[in-house]
């Protein structure tokens, strides 16, 4: 197929091109507005009881996301005039076409939680209405109309509502920057690896393509089903480097080529036939990993299962199709606007080549000395403990987070991270307030609970501390209630799992009951994560098996590949572990440690991880494979595979971690901060202690094994399995 596919692209090269035009201005088209369509939610698991209790409470117009932190420029709260401008401001709040309800400290009867210790501010609490997308959207509009200041009152806002917005916010900045360091960078060192200002933008050209192509995939596909806006970092980050790192290998392999004596269009057919070859199986380990996103609930580890499949498809037919259409076009001119010429050495001369012999002269203290180091890297990893994002992932100087950061400093309850308790088909409630008072009541005395409020009053302690007032109605459906259980503890915590579990294990007069808020979404979405890690890893292995044997004919080569990749991505979130969760390194980073990691993010980022590992195995592996089936030297085949691959694998590794240290370096939120720092040390370990020392060592100390395979797999492979060698030789004797 890759013989006739080359064939085809040589001598439909302007065609080709042509096509590829039209349907890049197509994509930018319609797919350039991407953005606006796409999701800011999505982390929860569309079957957990607390999104089903979010739902329910859409009949009462929903729980409180956002409270306004109104501050007294003079005297106290309760002085005459602020408690007059504070009641006004809340029914001006209340009045907001967007709002579905507004109480205070003033007008709910003074209750103290609801005022700072210090007295010098109060809160103001309301619910914007809407789906998550819509509330952001009406958040964006109408919050800044409520940060001022008068000469009575100092309002700013926070909860949810306001720190989603300002995440979304600061992470479509910090894309923008991240793009306008990375591109300039990576284009920069390109020019250094090719020595050629036309090569180099090749790669480039190639990432366009699979970035913007992928927008407009994306674009259709949140047509059927919600999809994450934080999937177009992982568009940008990825189609830049694997377009770098396919663009690399072909264009490596055709000026190989054509130092070997073939002409141009020879050099061609030969470039696609084999480095093809690789990139596409490749891509294939690359996409499996991304694909077992697809098994998990969350929207948000969907979304990247979607962009990333995407992005790897157009990122491959970009090298395999478009760039080897470009080289034919343009024939030597590849090499216009030479700055230097790099030299190869010799075969058996090479820095590389050194490398492996050195490593194959002593497998066995290299191997366990590498084993060792990584497996003390990874220690930290056996305590990783996972979490959400709370406003604790903001700056330090994010409005929304400094507003929190007043309620945990100067109050006794966590108002804007109330737990839900919904009761439904009860009846009329009016019926049932002896129930009622008796489980608010009861709820109030779990630890961690600083008040409850419910449709009879608000509770404290096992007591009621305030009758039920108007604002209490927004607790009543015609035959549905809830409760509102206000923690005294932080939500984001394992002390907001305890008391999550604890609410869930306490009786309810009122029948069967369901939780949520952020505990328990938090409870809700480590348990489906936990649950669906086996299937997700069983289907990567699996998957990457049967690709690397249809490639390689071996059974060892994808069990090592596997367990060295897993050895190395261990090693990474130790790192993660120590760096994020223990915050070791967070003045440096500039970031709030928390004590957990984001729950969804280790999962995410061991799938792109695994697969660019995979990317650079296959890379490696294709031309050992490559030189063993020519000489059926062992050691020699992998010598010269290393030789061949160590200079092209370490540029493209070192230009696709720029690519993610520049998210890193440019984020100030502080999961993409990890995703960006732990993407970076993933690849550099991969390129450098995995393929220049273990799999050396383990190659030499397996022999001949790493190409062994059982009769009937040896039979299935003889008859399926694909030879690039075979297939290298053919386009020179198919010529047009």
Not at 90 to 116: C, H, I, M, N, Q
């Amino acid at each position: 197929m890759l013989v006739r596919l080359a064939n085809l692209v040589v001598r439909r090269r302007l065609a080709i091109l042509a096509l590829t035009l039209v349907g890049l201005v197509v994509a930018g088209v319609l797919g350039g507005g991407v953005a606006s369509r796409l999701s800011s939610g999505g982390f929860e698991d569309p079957g957990a009881e607390s999104t089903r209790a979010q739902q329910a409470l859409e009949r009462f117009g929903g729980e409180s996301n956002v409270l306004l932190l109104v501050r007294a420029r003079n005297g106290t709260v309760d002085d005459a005039a602020v408690a007059a401008a504070g009641a006004a401001l809340t029914t001006r709040f209340g009045d907001e076409p967007d709002v579905s309800f507004a109480a205070s400290y003033w007008t709910l009867g003074k209750p103290p939680p609801l005022k700072s210790r210090t007295g010098d501010s109060a809160l103001i609490l309301g619910r914007i209405s809407g789906s998550q997308d819509e509330v952001n959207k009406r958040a964006k509009a109408l919050l800044p109309r409520y940060t001022f200041a008068d000469s009575t009152l100092d309002v700013r806002p926070g909860g949810l509502a306001a720190v989603y917005q300002d995440v979304n916010a600061i992470i479509e900045a910090d894309t923008k920057k991240a793009d306008s360091v990375a591109i300039p960078v990576t284009l920069v060192l390109l020019i250094l690896v090719f020595g050629s200002v036309v090569a180099a933008f090749l790669p480039l050209a190639v990432g366009i393509l699979a970035i913007v192509g992928t927008f407009l995939v994306l674009r259709v596909v949140s047509g059927f089903t919600e999809v994450s806006i934080y999937s177009l970092s992982l568009t940008t980050a990825m189609g830049l480097g694997l377009a770098i790192d396919y663009s690399l290998f072909i264009v490596s392999r055709y000026r190989e080529e054509l130092r070997a004596g073939l002409s141009s269009d020879d050099a061609v057919r030969r470039s696609v036939t084999t480095a093809g070859r690789t990139v596409t199986f490749s891509a294939l380990t690359v996409a499996a990993s991304l694909g077992a996103l697809l098994v998990f609930p969350l929207a948000f580890l969907r979304s990247f299962a979607y962009a990333g499949i995407a992005v790897v498809a157009m990122a491959t037919v970009g090298a395999v199709v478009v760039l080897p259409a470009l080289i034919a076009a343009l024939g030597p001119r590849v090499d216009k606007w030479v700055l230097w010429r790099h030299k190869p050495a010799e075969v058996g001369e090479g820095m590389w080549h050194r490398v492996a012999v050195f490593v194959m002269r002593r497998p066995w203290p290299i191997a366990l000395g590498v084993v060792a180091l990584l497996l003390v890297l990874g220690a930290p990893f056996t305590g990783m403990k996972l979490g959400l994002p709370d406003d604790r992932v903001l700056p330090k100087g994010a409005p929304s987070r400094q507003v929190a950061e007043v309620l945990r400093r100067d109050y006794v309850s966590r108002e804007a991270a109330a737990a839900s308790v919904v009761a439904q088909r009860v009846g009329d409630p009016r019926t049932r307030a002896n129930d009622i008072t008796s489980y608010a009541t009861a709820l109030s005395r779990l630890p961690g609970v600083a008040r409850v409020d419910a449709l009879t009053g608000s509770f404290a302690g096992g007591r009621l501390v305030l009758p039920a007032t108007p604002v209490s109605q927004r607790f009543y459906a015609p035959d549905a209630t809830y409760l509102s259980v206000i923690p005294g503890v932080e939500p984001v915590s394992p002390q907001g799992e305890r008391l999550v579990a604890a609410i869930r294990s306490t009786p309810s007069p009122l029948g069967r009951v369901i939780v949520g808020g952020q505990s328990a979404q938090l409870v809700d979405s480590k348990r489906s994560i936990a649950e669906n890690i086996p299937l997700a890893a069983l289907l990567i292995a699996l998957f990457t098996f049967v690709v690397l044997f249809l490639s390689f004919g071996s059974v060892l080569v994808p069990v090592k590949a596997v367990l060295l990749n897993l050895l190395s991505l261990t090693a990474t979130f130790g790192a993660m572990v120590w760096i994020f969760q223990e915050g070791h390194l967070s003045g440096l980073l500039d970031f709030t440690a928390t004590g957990t990691l984001t729950a969804s993010m280790p999962i995410l980022m061991f799938c792109i991880a695994f697969g660019l590992s995979m990317d650079y195995e296959v890379f490696l592996l294709s031309r050992i494979k490559e030189e063993h089936d020519k000489t059926g030297d062992n050691a020699g085949s992998v010598a010269i595979g290393l030789e061949r691959t160590g200079r092209i694998v370490t540029a493209a590794a070192l230009l696709i971690a720029i690519v993610f240290a520049s998210f890193a370096l440019t984020a100030n939120i502080s999961f993409m901060i990890m995703f960006g720092v732990g993407l970076t040390l993933a690849v550099v370990m991969d390129a450098t202690l995995i393929r220049a020392a273990l799999v050396p060592a383990f190659m030499k100390l397996a022999g001949e094994a790493n190409w062994w395979a059982p009769g009937p797999l040896r039979r299935l492979y003889d008859r399926f399995g694909i030879s690039e060698t075979e297939e290298a030789e053919k386009p020179a004797l198919e010529k047009v």
